[in-house]
């Protein structure tokens, strides 16, 4: 769980580097900036979806209060990546980056105490996605 007293120093000082006109509130320019000043990687679409769902008073424009939910979802979906990673780690057992039909089909019977069938397995590896970093699942 995230100590809140030092979430909020943190985030803290993290709208006060990106408010560069001091006047509390961070348009989409400063946000963008300041992210890639911070080496926070997102992009212009997601950047612009985050502001518009913490935006609680529809000014265009991010507070602190918003930032600070900001920076929650960011730690939360970091997180939850992490979470993701290991378990990939673990379904990987040949350690190639990739997850064979073979070793999901284990993983799932293992973990989820799931028997898959054949169709339902082949259902799963086209639904995968390449997220960029790993093949996820290769079909063979």
């Known amino acids: 769980m995230v100590d809140r007293e030092h979430l909020h120093g943190h985030v803290s000082a993290i709208f006060s580097a990106i408010d560069r006109n001091k006047d509390g509130r961070l ?3 400063d946000l963008r900036i300041g992210f890639h000043e911070l ?3 997102i992009s212009d679409e997601d950047l612009k979806t985050m502001m518009d769902e913490v935006d609680q008073d529809g000014d265009g424009a991010i507070n602190f209060s918003e930032m600070l939910t900001i920076m929650i979802r960011m730690h939360k ?3 939850e990546s992490q ?3 290991k378990v990939f780690e673990v379904m990987d057992k040949d350690g190639n980056k990739r997850i064979s039909k073979t070793e999901l089909r284990k993983a799932l019977k293992l973990y989820g105490n799931k ?4 169709e339902e397995m082949d259902k799963i590896m086209r639904e995968v996605r390449f997220n960029g970093k790993l093949v ?3 079909l063979y």
Do not use: N, P
């Open 77 to 79: 979906q970091t997180r």
């Open 39 to 41: 080496g926070i990687k």
């Open 83 to 85: 979470d993701l990673l």
């Open 136 to 138: 996820a699942v290769v």
């Open 27 to 29: 348009c989409y320019t």
């Open 115 to 118: 028997k898959v069938s054949s």
